[in-house]
């Protein structure tokens, strides 16, 4: 069974310009959720996914955008970059949307925005 | 709100001891917390997720405990190694959370350094 995996490993972007990050969810995993993790905060929760279509947000701008393919994997784009947007981004996938079901996480996408 | 709170936010303790990191969470209604280990730079390692029914968990050296109606956590590890040296987060599965359902709240973590 493979695990949550992120592509890529590292990115660096100018300011102003546009990224689009990848994730491909566990096996038989439906939803896929979306963190932002800046440097010395915990995770904050930008998406999730659920079946192709968008299931709840947090408190991120429009620019931060995503997808969802039939096969479940997901794209996180972020369009405009900011200084700000530089963090980690941590992709999680579980069974079901519900909160009673377990995440589980991919290794993250290191973007630096200079 | 729901927020999660984790204290100390760093800790250094030398080879050997017992310890205990804290998590305090607002909202008693809650799926489940889980706590998870990150190490520099990398991704979230899950150690142990305690659903809203249980009272603890264990796993080896470590074990867990849920206390919904103080909105309290605990992860207790025993005879701590250097190699536990990283920063520990908790989050715990709000049933009350306006963004979704299934998001994660997390706390900021605790860095723990274990002296050899």
């Known amino acids: 069974e493979t695990g949550v995996t992120q592509s890529p490993t590292h990115l660096i972007k100018t300011r102003g310009q546009q990224v689009t990050l990848r994730c491909s969810s566990q096996?038989?995993?439906?939803?896929v959720s979306w963190y932002q993790q800046a440097l010395g905060q915990g995770p904050q929760f930008i998406f999730q996914?659920?079946?192709?279509?968008?299931?709840g947000r947090g408190n991120f701008p429009p620019r931060f955008s995503g997808l969802q393919f039939p096969n479940y994997s997901s794209e996180l784009n972020v369009n405009a970059l900011e200084l700000d947007d530089s963090a980690l981004y941590l992709c999680a996938s579980s069974l079901m949307p519900s909160g009673a079901y377990e995440q589980y996480f991919g290794p993250g996408t290191r973007l630096t925005v200079t | 709100k729901q927020e999660v709170t984790q204290i100390p936010a760093a800790l250094s303790v030398p080879e050997g001891e017992n310890l205990v990191l804290n998590c305090s969470f607002t909202?008693?209604?809650?799926?489940?917390l889980q706590w998870f280990r990150q190490d520099p730079g990398k991704g979230l390692t899950s150690l142990l997720l305690?659903?809203?029914?249980?009272r603890e968990q264990t796993s080896g050296r470590l074990n867990a405990s849920l206390d919904k109606s103080s909105g309290r956590s605990t992860l207790y590890i025993a005879a701590s190694q250097p190699g536990d040296s990283a920063t520990y987060l908790c989050a715990d599965s709000s049933m009350n959370y306006g963004g979704s359902q299934g998001n994660l709240i997390f706390g900021k973590g605790t860095k723990l350094s274990v002296k050899p």
């Open positions: 096996s038989g995993h439906n939803t």
């Open positions: 305690i659903q809203s029914s249980q």
């Open positions: 909202d008693s209604a809650i799926y489940n």
């Open positions: 996914y659920y079946r192709e279509e968008e299931n």
